[in-house]
């Protein structure tokens, strides 16, 4: 196993058990070794010192973002509504925060519509499982029981509300059980989203690049691990559906297109700097810029109803021929009837 192969793998680990420190140390070491991914990954690296300052615990502030800002985290400014047009909640974890998915969503949107104004909110603690959430709805004071049920004046009536689950556990057994903990959790979640009058949108994750080596017997690879994962939140859909049908955001299908793109010109799809492995950042499971931008691009894609092809936004460090690529990728992955 080479180093730079092993680096990856440590890097994997610390990040799972969400030591940050460590991780941190293992990129410097990455960079050492690989001058030529320097700037790939000092921006990882940016990213895992702020998570580095976050704390999981039930009462840790979300992140808030969006065209328009309120002023805490907790409560809109001076007791008014957000004057936005379309008020978008994010749920999920570090695969929403990394890159600031529900920011992207509100540039995209807004590059689809100039006279649009979008708010979008993430919670997204580190780490977090429908399971933390659904407790967090059920603690006094937390962001997430403010903007879902107690909603103060100033709460914002949501549109949409984007649930992105821990990135295993859906494609987990039907009776382990916390996959039932999570359909639990989804289905309270789902239940009050629903009261709101607000529709509920399922982020399909992708599968870990490499497969993932804490499961190795259901994700030994990359495609094992995303037709598992696809199966579970198509069965996911269906044990929500008894309140009323989630809409899919088939965000990990859209990665596997990028694939398949890459096979049918007969490429390897694994081989380092790929256009699928740019889609990861250096752990191999979080997205890459890249990644994010055609996470955002899919559910902008959905959400509006419209080709995101005419979207202009493009982020800083994304050239504009790969961002054309992906949105064209989030098209087609809206469209692939399975997920409609």
Known sequence: MGAQTQLEQDLK???????????????DQMIEADPGQEAQLRSYREQLLELSGSS??????????????????ISFQNGEKAAADVNLLFIGNSHTYFNELDQMVAN???????????????????????????????TEGTAIRNWLLTRPDSTPDWDLVVLQPQSQITGFAPSQQKNLEQKRAAF?????????????????TW???????????????????????????????????????????????????????????????????????????????????AGSYL????????????????????????????????RQVADRAVNQPEWR
Do not use: C
């Open 13 to 27: 680990q610390a990040v799972e058990q969400q030591d940050w420190a460590r991780a941190i140390e293992i990129v």
């Open 56 to 73: 999981p615990a039930p009462t840790s502030t979300p992140e808030v973002s969006g065209s328009i800002q309120p002023i805490s985290p």
């Open 108 to 138: 995209l949107m807004e590059s689809l519509d100039s006279e649009q104004k979008v708010l979008a909110v993430r919670y997204a603690p580190s780490g977090y499982t429908f399971g933390n959430h659904q407790a967090d709805y059920n």
């Open 188 to 204: 309270t979640l789902h239940q009050q989203i629903t009261r709101l009058g607000a529709r509920t949108m399922l982020l399909m």
């Open 207 to 289: 599968g870990y690049a490499e497969g993932d080596s804490g499961n190795p017997n259901i994700y030994p690879d990359y495609l094992a691990m995303q037709d598992r994962l696809n199966q579970g939140f198509l069965a996911l859909r269906s044990t929500l559906a008894e309140i009323r049908e989630p809409v899919l955001a088939p965000v990990g299908p859209a990665f596997e297109l990028v694939y398949e793109d890459l096979k049918k010109q007969r490429q390897d799809p694994l081989a380092e700097n790929s256009r699928f492995r740019q889609l990861y950042a250096p752990d191999n499971y979080h997205p890459s810029l």
């Open 295 to 326: 996470a955002a691009s899919t559910v902008t894609a959905l959400f509006t109803d419209r080709s995101v092809a005419e979207a202009s936004w493009v982020p800083d460090g994304l050239d504009p021929e790969s961002a054309a690529y992906l």
